[in-house]
């Protein structure tokens, strides 16, 4: 709207609806007066605020009513302009009536033209400016009766000058509209009461915030609701905030919802164009019986959130969008796409679908959020950090640790589901299960996500009593960069080291050595399942490439494979190009059908062929034994390597052909190469290089080294 140009030194703002009442005139070709016109452009902008839109109103009115005489004139002004000041709307109003200041004092902020000074060929040159007359009016509270007497329908401002202690107190004033609450910048208290939703939506102790909230204390506040009519809305200590709230603490609040029919429920029901920041939560406890529901916001829609935390947040919610910092958060502008510095612990959050330990479901970028020691569960759509993710997880990332996500569909330890870029992110010591028979796409990171990168699991359970299982994701279209160390994974079908499922897509640059089990079928150390059935040469295309599965297990019924489990159908390869590459496998791999086991695909053995520059340790097990020309048909004697080789960084660079994506100077500690990019690079650990067994033949009996080793057998 600013054509990307201010005079300002800023100018940060969401994009407004804009409209103004000035340099009117009157039109008498058409037979309206200077007071019609004037009418009509305020009417305009009356219907311009009513109007079902979200994007705010900017106006400016010049001289309200300026034709009108004087008494008249500021008793209609003053409130054409009050009843605008609680809608969707920023007001700039220019008056010469000084009655108009004090009588929207309450309302809005004063200024007085005084004086600008610029530079005009070389002279400087002084001409009238604003100033803001008083910093703002404010009544001060000091006692219980102070409170008592505010006016719940004023917005006016107030500074709180000590602690309030509500206990005994009957009749309680609540459902207050507040422009400002300060303090003279000591930390007060506001405590010891309890609350009844009755029939209101709004709901609070402050039904709607405008300005400023901040130095306050929330403490021992109970809200209850027992009506089952109709459901209600923005429901908090805080109904509906519009403005600033900074460092604010809620300490042992209870939300009760035994009616089963509470919205948009939080210690802030919902918040709009607001921004929190150097907020608390200490135990908190909610349940209700409709949708978003979170432990700070209901629902957040263009609101910036950072620098919160929170401890033993407890959230039991019957619906969908539930999170322990917010139910939904929702962004229209980029300047509200962040939420940043947030730190949930000791908590449990449960609902439906759409769950997350900070947000059910978000559309924000998420830095530096860390979840530890969380319970996280819903029915689809839940994730350690958000149930249903658009974020672009960026800078510090995400990190969750020794918490528990549990559902049926789309679970995993950071976003259930997403379509945006999971960067960054790190999960340990955690468990993330599909606790139905008929689950389906969960993964340490995520049940499904369109781009992961930089990301990693340690020492964790991914585990499945369903299909479509993996150490990282479930289900992907782009992998790269990514490891999962010392996990087990495990379902009933389709589960791979790295992803459980891949039908479109790449994956590149990963590693593992997690224990990989599919309880009926179709194991593999990088991919559970590659569905390459619509494949061809432009549409649904996949590679593998720059992977290694290195000193684990890997065990199922049939389809076993140390790249992959099962494939659809036969690789695609009629235009000569290499999709699948420069992979590696050392591992045991157990399987109940010896015809369909490899240490490249499982179900196809054959196509082993078609996997370019992939390496094999020659003694990895295959059921027990060493691999050889009679139990891996089509992996040539060239294809293997021993101890002497894997510490060879020329191995690596040259046959392999991981030129610098790797790391190797980690080889002068017997460990394989680890990842070179991205911010998870300090928390590798490295895999051990194996040592050769030292081999002794029997009488009459042969060594691997010592039988002859076919070439590729082709039909």
């Known amino acids: 709207q600013t054509i990307y140009t201010s005079t300002s030194k800023e100018y940060n703002a969401p994009f407004y609806r804009i409209y103004s009442s000035m340099a009117l005139r009157d039109d008498l070709n058409a037979q309206n007066s200077y007071y019609i016109v004037e009418i009509k452009s305020l009417k305009r902008i009356l219907d311009a605020v009513d109007k079902d839109d979200k994007r705010p109103v900017l106006c400016f009115v010049d001289e309200v009513l300026r034709g009108t005489n004087t008494v008249e004139r500021i008793a209609a002004s003053s409130e054409i302009l009050k009843s605008l000041r609680y809608k969707n709307v920023l007001v700039f109003a220019a008056t010469h009536d000084i009655e108009l200041t004090y009588l929207l004092e309450k309302y809005y ?148 919802d035994n009616g089963n029919n509470l919205q948009n429920v939080g210690m802030i029901g919902r918040s709009y164009l607001g921004e929190l920041s150097n907020v608390q939560l200490n135990d908190i406890n909610i349940n209700a019986g409709k949708e978003n529901v979170g432990g700070l916001l209901g629902k957040s829609l263009n609101t910036k959130i950072s620098d919160i935390t929170a401890d033993n947040i407890n959230i039991n919610a019957k619906k969908n969008y539930v999170g322990g910092i917010s139910g939904v958060i929702a962004a229209e502008f980029v300047e509200y796409q962040i939420l940043r510095d947030i730190t949930i612990s000791n908590s449990t959050i449960a609902g439906n679908s759409y769950v997350g330990g900070a947000s059910g479901k978000g559309l924000n970028k998420g830095n530096n959020i860390y979840i530890n020691n969380c319970d996280v569960t819903g029915i689809s759509h839940v994730g350690g950090a958000v149930g249903d993710q658009s974020w672009n997880l960026i800078e510090n990332g995400v990190k969750v640790e020794n918490s528990k996500i549990q559902g049926k569909k789309y679970i995993g330890g950071i976003a259930g589901n997403g379509t945006g870029t999971n960067q960054n992110s790190v999960v340990i010591n955690c468990l993330i299960e599909g606790n139905y028979t008929d689950s389906m796409y969960v993964g340490g990171i995520a049940g499904y996500t369109n781009n992961t990168l930089n990301s990693t699991i340690n020492n964790s359970q991914i585990i499945s009593k369903g299909m479509y299982v993996g150490g990282i994701t479930g289900d992907n279209e782009q992998l790269n960069y990514c490891y999962a160390i010392n996990s087990y994974i495990e379902g009933y079908s389709y589960v791979g080291g790295i992803s459980g499922h891949m039908d479109a897509g790449n994956m590149g640059n990963n590693y593992t050595n997690s224990e990989v089990v599919a309880t009926e079928h179709s194991a593999g150390g990088i991919l559970g399942y590659l569905d390459n059935s619509k494949m061809d040469n432009l549409t649904n295309v996949t590679t593998i490439t720059r992977s290694y599965y290195a000193n684990g297990t890997i065990q199922s019924k049939e389809y076993v494979g140390g790249i992959v489990g099962e494939m659809a159908k036969e690789i695609y390869d009629a235009d000569g190009v290499k999709r699948y590459y420069s992979n590696y496998t050392e591992g045991n791999l157990i399987s109940e059908n010896t015809n369909t086991i490899s240490l490249g695909v499982g179900n196809m053995p054959k196509e082993n062929t078609k996997f370019i520059d992939n390496y094999y340790y020659k003694f990895s097990k295959v059921n027990g034994n060493y691999p050889t020309s009679e139990n891996e048909k089509y992996i040539p004697i060239a294809s293997y390597l021993v101890e002497q080789d894997l510490k060879q960084e020329d191995t690596y660079k040259n046959k392999l052909k991981w030129a610098n994506y790797y790391d190797y100077e980690i080889l002068s500690k017997n460990k394989y190469p680890i990842l070179k990019s991205g911010n998870i690079l300090q928390m590798q650990d490295g895999i051990n290089i194996p040592e050769d067994p030292i081999l002794e033949a029997t009488e009459g009996e042969e060594t691997p080294e010592d039988k002859e080793t076919e070439t590729i057998k082709t039909e």
């Open 109 to 256: 902020d004063n200024y007085q033209i005084k004086e600008i000074m610029y530079l005009k060929d070389g002279e400087e040159i002084k001409e009238k400016a604003y100033y803001l007359i008083e910093e703002i009016f404010y009544k001060e509270i000091t006692k219980y009766e102070d409170w008592q007497n505010i006016d719940k329908e004023s917005g006016e401002n107030y500074r709180l000058l000590t602690d309030l202690d509500f206990n005994g107190k009957n009749n309680i004033n609540y459902n207050l509209k507040i422009g400002r609450l300060i303090t003279e910048g000591n930390m007060h208290t506001i405590k010891n009461l309890n609350l009844n939703v009755g029939n209101s939506n709004n709901f609070g102790l402050i039904s709607t915030l405008n300005t400023k909230m901040e130095n306050i204390n929330f403490e021992n506040i109970k809200i209850i609701n027992n009506t089952t009519v109709n459901f209600r809305d923005s429901i908090g200590i805080i109904g509906i905030n519009s403005g600033i709230i900074r460092n604010v603490n809620f300490t042992n609040v209870e939300i009760i």
